[in-house]
């Protein structure tokens, strides 16, 4: 994974586990790659999925990924924000904080 902040657990299960991290990595890149969404859309289907799992790590992951593709901020807001009739309005709270955590007052 080329993210530079990794999350603690993350970074242990890739230092105990590699061949099990390399092959969720090579998962991810894969997936990405079978159809035909672009990166910037598929990002946000992911962040959207991990939000409605209640995933923060999922959101902060995708958050990232979303920026580096050039999602904007509101982008990813939007995206959370539609989720609100299917989530609910306390899950949909929590993923803007997540995302806010990654993308501060932009």
Do not use: C, N
Not at 69 to 76: I, K, L, N, S
Not at 77 to 88: E, F, K, N, Q
């Amino acid at each position: 994974m080329s993210d530079k902040k990794l999350p603690g657990l993350y970074t242990m299960l890739g230092e105990k586990h590699p061949k099990f991290i390399s092959a969720v990595e090579e998962l991810g890149k894969v997936i990405r790659q079978e159809g035909p969404l672009d990166e910037k859309t598929a990002q946000l289907v992911q962040l959207a999925g991990a939000a409605a799992v209640g995933s923060e790590g999922g959101v902060h992951s995708h958050a990232r990924r979303a920026v580096k593709a050039g999602v904007e901020p509101e982008q990813m807001r939007h995206a959370i924000i539609l989720l609100t009739s299917t989530i609910g309005f306390p899950r949909v709270s929590a993923a803007l904080s997540w995302v806010q955590d990654i993308i501060g007052d932009k």
